[in-house]
């Protein structure tokens, strides 16, 4: 059989690459590699999907510069002892482009699950880079979208380089939402942030407008779900003062996490991955950043750019907190980011690949 690598560092490549494993597993010998950039999480997630980790890199970076080095330079040893017919990446991580590379170095072809995707700025930092310096690297591109094709084809990708799946993370919703909760009796708005332009006073700004909307709307609930990084928990530890209506937790396990969006009202997040997972359940969602990527949701409403302005998200919040509290606030839409058969295109994709090159 073949074998695949796929290189997993961060807890949202676990989620995405998660239902990817299963279906490459029918073809070929997979190994799934842990390059260490957010611990034991990922190993979690991907139980979820029966993906166990075969490889994982120590990790002693505090900086993205020695992270990347340690990436590289770590995988590059998993693969030169594999061997690999492909290594697949996911998304923009530093995992990502240290395996694209690593791959590429050693000339073997490289797979890019969620490719395409663009914001055409210099933000997110280090995202919008690492997904640009991949797309050079790869030799199978796994669009997510129509758009995000669109984006490698002006980029001179070959076209017969570029499939179309669908984005795995709705896959990954599916499967840990096989029985849904039930309905909440009160409104329940779940916030995160995380990104690295959020830190420092954006981040401060953020915690603002929860504190804020807790105070304005005690009929409503509020999940602050914080950030791995201590830095972030830590200013919402600061800025959010105790009330009944609000709560700060650490990071969820997915499922629960899943589960509690399933039953929100509206999210507040500058995060790619629950804009997907809003789109995938009719939620609306506030994004906390100056431009998006994902620009699907917001040509159909379901998502609205607001930055971190603490009087436009407040003002906005309020105005679908209070159809919430009447009952009127779902978004009916179709998702754009995939039906929950994008894990099987990938592998597909990938199968044809790998029999085409040999």
């Known amino acids: 059989m073949k074998r695949v690598c796929v290189v997993v560092g961060t807890r949202p490549e676990a989620i995405k690459l998660g239902p990817v494993v299963p279906e490459l597993r029918a073809f070929a010998e997979v190994d799934v590699v842990h390059t260490g950039q957010h ?24 900086t993205l510069p020695v992270l990347t080095a340690e990436v590289v330079l770590g995988l590059d040893e998993v693969f030169g002892q594999l061997k690999p017919d492909l290594v697949v990446v996911q998304g923009d991580t530093t995992s990502a482009f240290g395996g694209a ?19 055409h700025r210099a933000t997110p ?9 991949i797309a050079p690297l790869a030799d199978l591109h796994l669009a997510p979208t129509a758009s995000a094709r669109a984006n490698l084809l ?42 690295r332009e959020s830190w420092g006073e954006p981040m401060r700004r953020v915690a603002r407008v929860a504190d804020r909307l807790a105070a304005d709307h005690p009929g409503v609930d509020f999940v602050v779900a914080t950030h791995l990084n201590p830095a972030v928990r830590q200013v919402f530890d600061q800025v959010v003062r105790p009330r009944a209506n609000i709560r700060c937790v650490p990071p969820m ?5 899943a589960r509690l969006l399933a039953v929100s009202a509206l999210a507040i997040t500058d995060s790619g991955g629950v804009q997907e997972e809003a789109a995938a359940l009719g939620l609306p969602v506030l994004v906390m950043r100056d431009s998006t990527e994902r620009v699907e949701a917001l040509d159909d409403g379901g998502a609205h750019l607001v930055g971190t302005d603490e009087e436009l998200v407040t003002k906005t919040a309020g105005l679908f907190l209070q159809s919430a509290v009447a009952g009127r606030v779902r978004h009916v839409a179709p998702c754009h980011y995939g039906d929950g058969h994008a894990a099987a295109r990938v592998a597909r994709a990938c199968a044809e690949f790998i029999h085409s090159e040999n």
């Open 39 to 62: 611990g034991a999480v990922v190993g979690e997630v991907l139980a979820l999907f029966g993906a166990g980790i075969s490889r994982e890199l120590r990790r002693e970076a505090a």
């Open 253 to 257: 396990p997915y499922r629960e996490f």
């Open 154 to 195: 002006a980029e001179r990708i070959p076209a017969h380089r570029v499939v179309v799946t669908g984005n795995t993370v709705v896959d990954a919703l599916a499967a840990v939402l096989a029985d849904r909760p039930a309905p909440r009796d009160r409104p329940l708005v779940v916030i995160t942030a995380h990104r």
């Open 101 to 119: 590379l690593a791959a590429y170095l050693r000339r073997i072809p490289v797979a890019h699950v969620e490719a395409g995707l663009r914001s």
């Open 125 to 133: 930092f280090p995202e919008e880079a690492n997904r640009r310096l």
